[in-house]
């Protein structure tokens, strides 16, 4: 079973580990781990997609977002911070409790983020590396086994990419236009444009998610899809 890294710093563990939730019912504490989510989020993308480079060199760019967006989209995330524990170490406040976010996807994949910021702060990128590739090299190669040679890792925003680049040489721009729903358990919503113009709208628990349905929204409506 997989455990947590080692931290030096057990304060910046314990800020990976609070939700706003729970700093919301009591009034001692100001730090929540939203900051270090925005970090992990950004590390786990990096670090993900150069092991992804450097694992599979006869995949193409289309191939390895492909990859690297089945690797850290929200249920993977989620499975892997069970899997460390995460369920029952989070700092929640009672409501969140009371709805079951121990086991809730959403907050064990932005806690895992978490504590890879965390761990980042605490021990610098080459241990957040050795740590990541414990846990995703075994993911990744399963992914890889189960694709038969003639299946593409290519998704949604991939294809509506190639498509805007192709009628319009420009990449489409995606953004959350609206956030629904208690903090541990947000709905966002995102739309598309290419130009100015609105292609595509779509909701999901996470902003990648979110960014997910837009792109799908819009194939659909430009009949790219089948």
Known sequence: MSCLPPFQNALLLTQALTHRSYVNEQSELTENNERLEFLGDAILAFLVGELLYQKYPAMNEAELTRLRSNLVKEEQLAQLGLEIGLGELMRLGKGAIKD????????????????????????????????????????????VSQQSESSSFIDAKNLFQQ??????????????????????????????????????????KRKQDATKAAAEDALKRCQLQG
Do not use: C, M, Q
Request: glycine share 10%.
């Open 100 to 143: 079951r976010g121990r086991s809730n996807p959403t907050l064990l994949a932005d806690t895992f983020e978490a504590i890879i910021g965390a761990y980042y702060l605490d021990s610098g990128l080459n241990a957040v590396k050795n740590y990541l590739h414990g846990l995703f090299i075994p993911v990744a190669s399963h992914l």
């Open 163 to 204: 498509w805007a680049l192709a009628n319009f040489a420009s990449n489409p721009e995606y953004a959350i236009i609206d956030v629904t729903g208690p903090p541990h358990a947000r709905e966002f919503t995102a739309e598309v444009r290419v130009n100015n113009l609105l292609y595509g709208t779509g909701k999901g």
